[in-house]
C-alpha cells in the first residue's frame, strides 16, 4: 500500500526530480481510489498506478510538464471520466499533483514529512496528510504540508492560522467515516486557497498471514503487497526469505516456529497456509481452528487433502462451523500454465474475492 515512499525516498536520495500524483477525490464510476498514487521520475520512471487507461496517460504528460518547469509547484486538477478522456467510466477523480524539482535536500532530513509519514506506516499510526495548494496571490500559503495524528502535529506553515485551521479540520476527519477530502482556507485578507487533506488509515488495513516462504509465496509476495494490506509472512528457513528479490520493508518477517507464530498473529486474520509440509499444514491449521479468531484459512492442496484434513479436525470433535472456515484447495488447477506465478495469481484472487464479497455482505 505504501510501496510508493520507497520510490519517493530514493528519488530523493539520487536527487531525482520527480512528481507524486494522487488521487484525492471520486465520484461515480472510476478506475481508481482515494490515496492512489504514483511516483513519476525525471528518468521517465513510473512507480504506481490510479487506474491506467487514458487518464493515467493525462496525468503522466501533466507531469512531465512539471518536471520541465524551473521550480517545485502543485495544482489540483478534476478530470471528468467521460467523452473528453475518451473514457466510459461516467464519474470524475480529483488529481493532486506535487513536483519536487529543486532544492529536495531538506527531504533528506530525519525530520522532513517523508521521514515522518514513512515512520507512521511502520507503526501502523493513522494518521492525516495536508497539502496546500499553489496560491499566485499569496504564495506563503502554498506548497505547506500539514502531519496530523491523535498525538502530534506538523505544519511546515508559519502561518498560525493556517496551521491551526488545518489542526482542527484533520482531527475531525481522523474520527469521523469520511475519507480524503478538499478544505478551503480564507486568511485575514479574505485570500482563498485550497487544502487536500489525504487521510490514511493504517489501523484498518486488513492483516493477511503467509505460511511458508518457498517458490509459490515468493511469488505471490509481489502481488500481496501491492494491495491495502498489512502482511506478515512467517516461515522457519531463512534462506527461503534471502531468495526473495523484492521489497520487504511493509512485510513482517516472522522466521521462527511456525505452528508457534500462529499466536502472534491478530485477531481476524486473513491465513494463507502454503508450506513444504503436510504435518505443518495440519498443526497450522488445527491451531487457527482452535484459536477460531481468523477470517479465512486457505490451504494449498488438492481436494482429497482438504477432505481429509477437516474429517480430522470433526473425528477431533472441533465445531463444524468452525471447520467449514476451512478452505482447501485455494487457487485454481490449471492444465497447461502451472508456473508459481500462475499458481500465485490464481491463490491471490480467491483471497480478493472472499475479501470482496465479505464486504458486500
Known amino acids: 500500500m505504501n510501496s510508493w515512499l520507497k520510490h519517493l525516498r530514493t528519488s530523493i536520495a539520487l536527487n531525482n526530480g520527480l512528481v507524486v500524483i494522487t488521487i484525492i477525490?471520486?465520484?461515480?464510476?472510476?478506475?481508481?481510489?482515494?490515496?492512489?498514487?504514483?511516483?513519476?521520475?525525471?528518468?521517465?520512471?513510473?512507480?504506481?498506478?490510479?487506474?491506467?487507461?487514458?487518464?493515467?496517460?493525462?496525468?503522466?504528460s501533466l507531469a512531465k510538464e512539471m518536471l520541465e518547469l524551473k521550480g517545485n509547484s502543485n495544482q489540483l486538477i478534476k478530470y471528468p471520466l467521460g467523452a473528453t478522456l475518451g473514457q466510459c467510466c461516467g464519474g470524475y477523480v480529483k488529481v493532486l499533483f506535487e513536483s519536487f524539482v529543486t532544492n529536495n535536500s531538506s527531504l533528506k532530513d530525519k525530520d522532513s514529512w517523508v521521514e515522518k509519514v514513512s515512520s507512521l506506516y511502520q507503526e501502523s499510526e493513522n494518521f492525516i496528510l495536508g497539502t496546500s495548494i499553489d496560491n499566485d496571490k499569496n504564495p506563503q500559503l502554498d506548497k505547506q504540508k500539514f502531519l496530523f495524528t491523535k498525538k502530534h502535529f506538523f505544519s511546515s506553515s508559519n502561518n498560525k492560522k493556517l496551521s491551526t485551521f488545518v489542526e482542527d479540520y484533520s482531527s475531525k476527519l481522523l474520527q469521523n467515516t469520511q475519507s480524503s477530502?478538499?478544505?478551503?482556507?480564507?486568511?485575514?485578507?479574505?485570500?482563498?486557497?485550497?487544502?487536500?487533506?489525504?487521510?490514511?488509515?493504517?489501523?484498518?488495513?486488513?492483516?493477511?498471514?503467509?505460511?511458508?516462504?518457498?517458490?509459490?509465496?515468493?511469488?505471490?509476495?509481489?502481488?500481496?503487497?501491492?494491495l491495502p494490506v498489512?502482511?506478515?509472512?512467517?516461515?522457519?528457513?531463512?534462506?527461503?526469505?534471502?531468495?526473495?528479490?523484492?521489497?520487504?520493508?511493509?512485510?513482517?518477517?516472522?522466521?521462527?516456529?511456525?505452528?508457534?507464530?500462529?499466536?502472534?498473529?491478530?485477531?481476524?486474520?486473513?491465513?494463507?497456509?502454503?508450506?513444504?509440509?503436510?504435518?505443518?499444514?495440519?498443526?497450522?491449521?488445527?491451531?487457527?481452528?482452535?484459536?477460531?479468531?481468523?477470517?479465512?484459512?486457505?490451504?494449498?492442496?488438492?481436494?482429497?487433502?482438504g477432505k481429509k484434513f477437516r474429517d480430522r479436525f470433526i473425528q477431533k470433535n472441533y465445531p463444524e462451523e468452525v471447520v467449514n472456515k476451512f478452505t482447501c484447495p485455494i487457487g485454481e488447477k490449471q492444465k497447461f500454465l502451472k508456473s508459481p506465478t500462475a499458481i500465485a495469481v490464481t491463490i491471490a484472487m480467491d483471497l480478493i474475492n472472499f475479501i470482496e464479497n465479505k464486504k458486500q455482505i
Open 25 to 60: 477525490a471520486t465520484k461515480g464510476s472510476t478506475p481508481c481510489t482515494n490515496g492512489d498514487k504514483i511516483v513519476y521520475t525525471s528518468n521517465d520512471a513510473v512507480f504506481g498506478s490510479i487506474g491506467g487507461g487514458n487518464l493515467e496517460f493525462k496525468a503522466l
Open 181 to 226: 477530502t478538499l478544505v478551503e482556507f480564507e486568511d485575514e485578507a479574505g485570500l482563498k486557497t485550497d487544502i487536500c487533506l489525504e487521510k490514511v488509515t493504517s489501523s484498518d488495513l486488513l492483516p493477511v498471514a503467509v505460511f511458508g516462504a518457498g517458490h509459490i509465496s515468493r511469488a505471490l509476495m509481489p502481488i500481496l503487497i501491492n
Open 230 to 305: 498489512k502482511l506478515f509472512w512467517i516461515d522457519d528457513r531463512q534462506e527461503q526469505f534471502d531468495k526473495f528479490q523484492g521489497d520487504t520493508s511493509q512485510v513482517k518477517i516472522i522466521c521462527d516456529d511456525i505452528v508457534e507464530s500462529v499466536s502472534e498473529l491478530p485477531n481476524n486474520v486473513y491465513c494463507l497456509v502454503i508450506t513444504y509440509s503436510h504435518k505443518i499444514d495440519f498443526e497450522i491449521s488445527e491451531q487457527m481452528i482452535l484459536q477460531n479468531n481468523f477470517s479465512y484459512l486457505g490451504m494449498i492442496g488438492s481436494t482429497i487433502k
